[in-house]
């Protein structure tokens, strides 16, 4: 395998720049699930006893929502339609952009999934990241710091926020220069996607809901 295919490897396999806002929504009311979910793509490899060394329940099922999520998505045919659709541009990396584009949908309309307003809901998750601070890995800590100062959740709702991830994504590695053009993607097939995120979003949550209650201990 070659270098560029490993790092695209790697990126695939990693949404922590991604779909912040779906993740941390599916994960219900639980803090430490909660936390364990949005620090799932930084957990890597099995969860083996002695990795899981001092985890609580609810932290180890967060980690395993975050996987089940990934899993669910990847596989779904809703979301295969949107990734074939994103590839006429955007190639390899159209796994990537849709997890944006879903996630702008559902900022864009977040009354429509929660009860709570997006302004009042980022707040309200950045509290609860704060107060778990111990729980996330060191490595990841400085990720965290930024995306709480840059406001990361709010700025998923519109085309200039969606813009400035695409281009933040972009510098990171040069066969991602392409996510350049995923806003303008976006924008020409606004309609395409989301009607694909409307058919598929709704599913999630309902699996994610199953997941967590019967995985519960």
């Known amino acids: 395998m070659n270098l560029e295919k490993q790092t695209y490897g790697n990126f695939a396999k990693m949404s ?74 955007l190639g390899k990396t159209a796994g990537i952009a849709i997890d944006i584009y879903f996630d702008y949908f559902l900022a864009k309309y977040f009354n429509q999934f929660c009860s709570e307003t997006l302004d009042g809901y980022s707040a309200r998750i950045y509290e609860v990241i704060r107060r778990n601070d111990p729980l996330i890995p060191v490595h990841m800590k400085s990720m965290v710091r930024t995306m709480i100062k840059q406001d990361w959740l709010n700025t998923y709702r519109t085309l200039e926020g969606i813009k400035l991830t695409f281009g933040r994504l972009s510098r990171r590695a040069e066969f991602l220069d392409v996510l350049n053009l995923a806003e303008e993607d976006l924008e020409k097939n606004e309609d395409f996607y989301h009607e694909k995120f409307n058919l598929f979003f709704p599913l999630l949550q309902k699996e994610a809901a199953r997941f967590i209650t019967e995985n519960r201990q």
């Open 16 to 89: 922590f720049f991604m779909n912040f806002l779906a993740h941390l929504l599916l994960s219900g009311d639980d803090e430490e699930v909660i936390i364990g979910n949005y620090v799932g793509d930084f957990i890597k490899g099995r969860l083996t006893g002695d990795k899981i060394i001092g985890w609580s329940e609810e932290f180890l099922l967060g980690v395993k929502l975050h996987r089940h999520i990934d899993m669910y998505t990847d596989e779904h045919p809703i979301v295969r339609d949107a990734k074939h659709k994103a590839a006429d541009v």
